[in-house]
């Protein structure tokens, strides 16, 4: 007898932005692996804008928003939220991310610029022809050319030594892509139906003081609308889950469940399904209807 699909996870990516498996792939992997209720959550981007049933797998639409925030000593940081919308996206909301792409071309000029001139022959079509079924080429595609024309040893060789945040020849995309800030998005979201949902808190290269000051801003952001914030994230030990958890429930804040999946090689999370229930229920409750 097949074995009862169960758990959660609300944090996938698919080709529609920088992920390597399509919304179907990844829906037939959801359900090999066993979920009952998966996210799909791209980058500034809606893959899908209905939730969907298939064989008793729910799918709930949403995005993971880059959002610009400044930290009180001035730092500016992208910090990433991940909308859900259990009853479908509106209307209003579908054209929100429409400027990116135009934008997302000019960090991409740029960083091809500066290659080419460190004598490293790659091009902006090259990205297109390499990468067809990416809505959304970013700079893990750059450092896979650079692998494969031998310029790289390896993803994390070419990300360390050319194009990372901390190589010498990283180009600074807040100067190409304007985000809105956290309090705007997490607003939007709110207003439009949706629940919002603090990614990855840890992944911003913060102090544990500045983590809780973005953790109650962004509480702060939402007032009376129901917010989460993930807590069983597929990269953190046990020991940042019981400190998130405890983080969350001090602020009132709904603990997500988030694998933020890319390829077939990162593991998928298996949240409890009342953790979902609960942030359903919220939304009901709450004031952020449609
Ligand atoms: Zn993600």
């Not at 996870?9 to 037939?28: P, Y």
């Not at 980058?43 to 925030?69: R, V």
């Not at 595609?141 to 040893?153: G, R, S």
């Not at 597929?234 to 983080?247: A, G, M, N, P, T």
Request: some cysteine; proline content about 4%; overall charge negative.
């Amino acid at each position: 007898m097949e074995k009862q699909a169960y758990g959660i996870d609300l944090h996938l990516h698919t080709t529609s932005s920088d992920g390597t498996r399509t919304v179907d792939e990844t829906i037939h992997d959801a359900m090999e692996f066993g979920l009952a209720h998966i996210a799909i959550t791209d980058h500034n981007q809606f893959a899908i804008e209905e939730p969907i049933n298939y064989l008793g797998l729910e799918i709930i639409p949403g995005a993971e928003f880059s959002t610009s925030y400044i930290t009180d000593s001035g730092r500016l940081l992208e910090v990433h939220v991940v909308g859900l919308f259990f009853h479908g996206v509106p209307r209003t909301l579908q054209q929100i991310f429409r400027k990116i792409p135009q934008q997302r071309k000019h960090y991409l000029d740029a960083i091809i610029t500066k290659l080419n001139y460190l004598g490293i022959s790659i091009s902006y079509e090259e990205l297109l022809n390499t990468f067809p079924d990416s809505n959304q080429i970013g700079r893990r595609h750059i450092a896979e050319i650079l692998v494969k024309k031998n310029y790289a040893d390896s993803i994390t060789d070419a990300f360390d030594r050319i194009i990372g945040n901390r190589s010498p020849y990283w180009v600074d995309s807040t100067k190409y892509m304007k985000y809105m800030s956290l309090k705007e998005c997490v607003e939007k979201i709110c207003k439009n139906g949706g629940f919002p949902i603090l990614a990855h808190p840890y992944h911003y290269h913060c102090t544990d003081e500045e983590v809780l000051k973005i953790v109650k801003d962004f509480k702060e952001y939402t007032k009376d609308c129901p917010a989460g914030m993930e807590v069983y994230y597929s990269k953190y030990d046990e020991e940042h889950r019981k400190e998130l958890l405890k983080i969350a429930n001090d602020f009132g804040l709904y603990p997500s469940a988030a694998s933020d999946r890319h390829a077939p090689k990162d593991p998928f999370e298996r949240g409890e399904e009342n953790l979902l229930e609960a942030m359903k229920e919220a939304v009901l409750k709450g004031k952020n209807t449609k």
